[in-house]
């Protein structure tokens, strides 16, 4: 089964980061993943100025990934986040950026396309 690295990049700035739960599915050229909780046991994930990488397991090859939907869903209490990056490494190796750069409101799924 192959695996992708997905690498999260949380701004820096004051209340950039989230407690919400955020969940992400990657899209390639030969089919989509299942929705993936992005979720460390006992871990402060999405942290102001933090960098959190996840292992993402998938059934089949995804051929060449052309764009990630991010989903952040609400936790306790409204909380937005401050999305700068996402990275993923294929399993080939090869390195993707997904820039975004701009905060996440509410209970959204937002769409992330190759920079």
Known sequence: MP???VTVAT???WFAGTDDYVYLSLEGTAGCS???LLD???YNDFERGAVDSYDVTVEEDLGEI???KIEKRKYWY???WYLKYITVKTPMGDYLEFPCYRWITDEKEIVL???
């Open 66 to 68: 052309q764009l990630i």
């Open 78 to 80: 409204r909380d937005d």
């Open 11 to 13: 701004g820096s700035q």
């Open 40 to 42: 460390k046991p006992f």
């Open 34 to 36: 299942e929705r993936h």
């Open 3 to 5: 695996s992708y690295t």
């Open 113 to 115: 396309r190759d920079g």
